[in-house]
């Protein structure tokens, strides 16, 4: 008995516009850089509402905030996988990660900065 053959289907094209690294790159700094700029005036105006920064509600409100922008570029990256643009999407992790060794390198020189320093 003889098995007729099926052919797998052919793989699907690459995406007509796959996006830009760059772009995703320059989206992340921006979400986080506008961020916490929109979480600064927000911040500012609940502890007005609660009492300063004396307030437990105040203080937690303002650090769940300061999750927002990171928040955001996780969103960001979800929307432009879905929508077909990969490149995009590695771009925002890629700037993540840029942001993160950025940091990280600040970090580092503050460090030596102050090592030779004598607070006495």
């Known amino acids: 008995m003889a098995e007729t053959q099926i052919a ?5 094209p690459p995406p007509a516009n796959p996006g830009s690294l760059g772009a995703g790159i320059a989206l992340a700094w921006a979400c986080l850089i506008g961020g916490y700029f929109a979480v600064g005036m927000v911040a500012s105006v609940i502890f007005r509402i609660f009492n300063g920064v004396n307030s437990d509600a105040g203080a937690l409100f303002a650090v769940l905030l300061c999750l927002f922008p990171w928040i955001a570029m996780v969103v960001l990256i979800v ?42």
Do not use: E, M
């Open 8 to 12: 797998p289907d052919p793989p699907a």
């Open 79 to 120: 929307y432009f996988g879905k929508h077909n643009q990969p490149r995009t999407a590695l771009g925002v992790g890629v700037g993540i990660a840029s942001i993160i060794g950025v940091v990280l390198l600040l970090v580092a020189a503050c460090f030596g900065l102050l090592s030779n320093t004598n607070f006495h």
